[in-house]
């Protein structure tokens, strides 16, 4: 009987081939608005104003394409799976389907396919592509503009890093172990360094240096013409060292702050999590859940594409008359709505009111909780 129909098969088809075209149409509609906006009108002027080239443009604008790319995916799911079902209950074919045993649930389910589809692409897109053509974009910009290119955070490096301490009463509190400060950084090695090391428990360490670079080998810093202070428990200097070279075993993530961290739009994943040890130590608990927001939001932001495509397809399945012009109107209501909510529940999460996880989500909740309370009411 048809109400035992397969995954993919002739219905499961039809449905995926009415979705096509509007997806089509919604990608071009909703990237080029987001585009013109976000980046066109800008270029233009810079061009108008004879500061970049028309050849630059159009380099910037492709640059920037994948980024609107993975804004547009969403939107065109959302407008792709509403046509589609609103059509299908245009022409009664959702009524046929009904009668011959298939759940709405089960109508669903092509558009779910397509949305995880389109979930895993905007995903790679996001992760794996943009971050990489936003740093290109940004650096061929600057160049045209004969700007000076700092992909680093050139000047007053700081990172204190904290170590749980057990006092008298048994308690545990955190204090400062290492304050690292540097005052210059040209992108190789930090100069006019000043370090604080707190780690012995008896004694602390005042360490200056000219100069000082990584040394990946050996993992660790190589100091150049600096000075050891060595201040006793009292508060006195019991010994004073100079030294022409000398190595410093401490951490990597003062260098990482400096040269990874600096813009959240052009980091993936990995350099996500990288920041996060290295401010994890540091207790810079703003910068922390600003990149925890950054991070859900490369999971997040893809899976709206999963949301979009159930919403759509729960008030497409309703018995209506509606043609591509309400459905384009109601995906713009829809997208609008869910983006000005996104908008304050990621502010909440970046200034704590909620976590970064409960930020990121709440809006995809929202959509599923609002599809299923449609799809419960069209029974």
């Known amino acids: 009987m048809v109400r035992h129909l397969n995954l993919f098969s002739l219905v499961d088809q039809y449905i995926m081939a009415q979705l096509v075209l509007p997806f089509i149409f919604g990608l071009g509609i909703f990237t080029s608005l987001g585009l013109s906006v976000g980046v066109l009108f800008d270029v233009m002027r810079k061009v108008v104003a004879n500061d970049i080239t028309w050849a630059i443009a159009a380099q910037i604008l492709l640059l920037r394409l994948p980024e609107f ?3 547009g995916l969403p939107m065109a799911m959302l407008l792709g799976s509403l046509s589609a079902y609103s059509g299908l209950s245009t022409y009664s074919e959702i009524i046929a389907l009904r009668s011959a045993g298939l759940s709405p649930i089960r109508l669903m389910l092509p558009c779910l396919m397509g949305g995880l589809l389109v979930t895993g692409i905007t995903f790679g897109l996001n992760d794996w592509i943009v971050p990489q053509t936003i740093r290109q974009a940004n650096i061929t910009l600057r160049v045209a503009m ?18 749980r301490v057990e006092g008298d009463t048994g308690d545990r509190r955190e204090v400062l172990k290492t304050l690292f400060y540097a005052e210059r950084f040209d992108g190789e090695a930090m100069t006019r360094l000043t370090i604080l090391d707190r780690a012995e428990i008896n004694t602390s360490k005042i360490i200056t240096a000219a100069a000082a670079s990584w040394n990946p080998i050996r993992e660790g810093w190589d100091m150049q013409e600096g000075s050891v202070y060595q201040i006793g428990e009292n508060g006195s200097f019991n010994n004073i060292q100079t030294f022409d070279s000398q190595f410093l075993a401490l951490s990597k993530a003062p260098l990482i702050l400096a040269t990874q961290c600096q813009r959240s739009n052009e980091m993936n994943l990995q350099v996500i999590d990288l920041c996060l040890d290295s401010l994890a130590l540091s207790r810079n608990e703003k910068k922390m859940r600003s990149l925890q927001v950054k991070r859900q939001e490369k999971f997040a932001i893809p899976f ?18 509606s043609n591509r012009a309400t459905s384009v109107g109601l995906s713009v209501a829809i997208v609008f709505a869910y983006y000005l909510t996104s908008v304050i529940t990621t502010s909440m999460g970046v200034w704590g009111t909620l976590t970064p996880m409960v930020g990121t989500w709440l809006p995809n909740l929202f959509g599923f909780i609002a599809a299923g309370l449609i799809v419960w009411r069209t029974g």
């Open 304 to 321: 709206v594409c999963v949301v979009f495509a159930i919403v759509g397809a729960a008030i497409g399945l309703r018995p209506q008359n």
């Open 146 to 163: 004969e700007d000076e290119v700092v992909d680093f955070q050139d000047r007053n490096i700081i990172y204190p890093e904290y170590k």
């Open 69 to 71: 790319l993975v804004l």
